[in-house]
């Protein structure tokens, strides 16, 4: 039985790996969340959300309406037939988590 090659730092994607992620566990919602987190200043096309999170679109379509209904996720705009997602700055729970993820990161021990 072979194993598994394991991704390089340089083929993982920007939801994996991340602080949230180690500490609230790699579900979807916290992966998307992530991305999001990270990429604030500008909205994002689900295709571009669930390559960047590591999940599969249709991934992103199961978690994408509950995040919205909190108001952590806010729909910006539609371009060509696509919705574009951002994490809605104007949340205080989306903030609350963007600020744990800085808080968290003042924990990461130096190698």
Do not use: C
């Not at 705009?77 to 600020?99: H, K």
Request: aromatic share 6%; net charge negative.
């Amino acid at each position: 039985m072979s194993t598994p090659k394991k991704k390089d730092k340089t083929q993982q994607a920007a939801g994996e790996d991340t602080v949230l992620t180690d500490v609230l566990g790699p579900h979807a919602k916290v992966k998307i969340i992530t991305v999001l987190i990270g990429e604030s200043d500008r909205d994002l096309n689900p295709t571009d959300i669930s390559r960047l999170a590591g999940i599969d679109r249709s991934t992103f379509y199961e978690h994408i309406d509950d995040l919205v209904a909190y108001g952590v996720v806010e729909e910006t705009r539609t371009v060509g037939n696509s919705q574009m997602y951002q994490i809605n700055r104007d949340n205080p729970a989306a903030e609350d988590l963007a600020q744990l993820e800085w808080d968290l990161l003042d924990y990461i021990p130096e190698e």
